[in-house]
């Protein structure tokens, strides 16, 4: 896997309903994570409110501490509010993590042990990170594991080389309150590069864009 545009290698790796929806419905998390580890990313890169929705699992949790030799972690937070910076470092599935900042997001505690990049002003200048990682840091694949807000904002920047989605066999509806892509919708062709049928009526698909 290759990207030739300087950055790193994207994908996107989504559990999705088979109305593309992200909520509403129970994911098979061991199976996701099952074929999420075949891409064997140098970073995991999530959005802040994917890692808040995780900060309070937290708390009292086993960190056994930073999983040598495995990927980094790089997290937009824009309006800097994440705060489990050092349970993320110590939680046993990353080597290292990175809060990726904005030149206009609020002032951090002093003292605050987390590795910072900052791009951009009002926003996380997210093609700007992604190199940077790239130069800084080796990183040559990525794995997008946040919602579609993140997701969307990729796309749209054209940063994503490659769509994974995990169908599960469920319509979520009126339960959802979020989509893979997010809220825009970006035109975009995509090229079928694998379609496989799993126990359970899982469909996986992977596109190249």
Do not use: K
């Amino acid at each position: 896997m290759s990207s030739d545009s300087g950055r790193p290698y994207v994908v996107a790796h989504v559990a999705v309903s088979a109305d593309g929806a992200t909520t509403g419905f129970q994911p098979d998390v061991a199976r996701f994570y099952e074929l999420a580890r075949g891409w064997d990313e140098d970073l995991t890169l999530a959005g802040a409110d994917t890692i808040l929705a995780q900060e309070p699992a937290l708390v009292g949790a086993e960190l056994p501490g930073p999983a040598e030799g495995g990927p980094l972690l790089a997290v937009v937070d824009g309006r800097g509010r994440v705060s489990a910076w050092e349970a993320l470092r110590d939680a046993g599935h990353w080597s290292g993590v990175i809060a990726l900042h904005a030149g206009n997001t609020p002032p951090r505690p002093p003292g605050r042990q987390v590795r910072e990049l900052v791009t951009g002003a009002d926003r996380v200048d997210l093609a700007d990170a992604l190199s940077t990682l790239r130069r800084a840091d080796g990183v040559e694949v990525v794995r997008v594991d946040s919602g579609g807000a993140l997701i969307g904002a990729l796309l749209a920047g054209g940063l994503v080389d490659e769509i994974s989605l995990l169908v599960h066999p469920c319509l979520a509806a009126g339960q959802t309150t979020g989509f893979w892509y997010g809220a825009g919708r970006v035109a975009s062709a995509l090229t079928l590069v694998a379609a496989q049928a799993l126990p359970g009526g899982l469909v996986w698909l992977r596109y190249r864009r």
